[in-house]
């Protein structure tokens, strides 16, 4: 590594920091914040700090290793692509394709190289047997994504710098940096929403870290997170607060969505919930009233039984109280890359249920289980 000041991208999460790694006589001096970074503006958390634990790591893998009767042993890359290419061929050819399976971790999604030839590769395989870390996390948001936007890919995100109102339920972005949200340095961005008079309204099963933070906390029990949001939905109908703003012009079967939620009443719904029927009248008041509010949910929403309902409720709830695509609210990206135009998916928007898996039937999305 040559001397001087590097500067490079944490990959270590999805808030993506920009880092100004020093070097000096081919070792690591110190590694900052990239304060020219237009997201993270200098701000930098522990695990950016460790990159240089994780570089020097005695047992960090410098060349690939194989498993023999003796011990894993290193080879070379020339013979370690020759045997794993050897070895899907012959894997294909005597159980079929099929036969391999495929798990894509996260940090794949923030390689540029593995993004360009993971695609291919996988065509190549031809293996249905697909998994990878999203579907450990998020794919109740693409699933609502795709059946409510069109497309599995196009997330709106919140608009924390300006918005008043930060509902945030079952997600934890004091520990994650936010999460199909970017936002690097979560605690100054909370603190200046605060500092103009805003509020931050935790929901949670238990009180995080976030939740610390928050002007207003809530438990809730576990797995009922999908009641919650649709007796705020009915109460949005009962109270007359429904106004779609933006979305108006594109919002279809509100009436349906109405009739849906009637049975939903905050008392209904308060004993399994844990919260009392003032309170989600309360919660749902504020949303509606609060001119740049957004609410939003993630993990905890999406990796339980509900998941998928509770993910495209939260999303009914903005899209009720005209919090899609405006300031202060849910906004689509504009990125530098937009991949749902480019046709990041070959030209799909996404697909799920067109197979099951072999045991439970479970359904496939977007090509993997």
Known sequence: MENGIHYRTCHLCEAMCGVAIEVSNGKITSIKGDEDDPLSQGYICPKAVALQDL????????????????????????????????????????????????????????????????????RAIGSQNRFSATSNDQLPHMLASLEMFGHQILF??????????????????????????????????????????????????????????????????????????MAMVNTLFAEDLVELGPAEHLAKDADLLRLAALAFTPEAVSDHTGITAQTIRQLTRQLANTPKAVLYSRMGTSTQR?????????????????????????????????????GALGGQSGHFGTRHSRVKGLPEFGGEY
Not at 170 to 199: H, W, Y
């Open 55 to 122: 570089h020097n790591d005695p047992d960090r893998l410098r060349k690939p290793v194989r498993r023999t009767d003796t011990g894993w042993q290193e080879m070379e890359w020339d013979a370690a692509f020759d045997l794993v290419a050897q070895k899907l061929h012959q894997t294909r050819s005597e159980f079929g394709r099929n036969s391999i399976g495929v798990y894509l971790g996260n940090p794949n999604v923030h390689n540029h190289g593995s993004l360009v030839s993971t695609l291919p590769f996988l």
């Open 156 to 229: 709106p995100i919140p608009d924390i710098d300006h918005t008043d109102l930060f509902i945030c339920i079952g997600a934890n972005p004091m520990a994650s940096n936010g999460s199909l949200m970017t936002v690097p340095d979560f605690r100054g961005r909370i603190k200046r929403l605060q500092g103009r008079g805003g509020r931050l309204i935790v929901v949670d099963p238990r009180c995080t870290e976030t939740g610390k933070l928050a002007d207003e906390f809530h438990f809730i029990r576990p797995g009922s997170d999908a009641l919650l949001l």
């Open 306 to 342: 509900f998941g998928g309902l509770a993910t495209w409720l939260a999303y009914c709830l903005n899209i009720l109280t005209g919090k899609l695509d405006t300031p202060g609210a849910m906004l689509f990206t504009q990125p530098a890359i937009d991949l749902v135009s480019l």
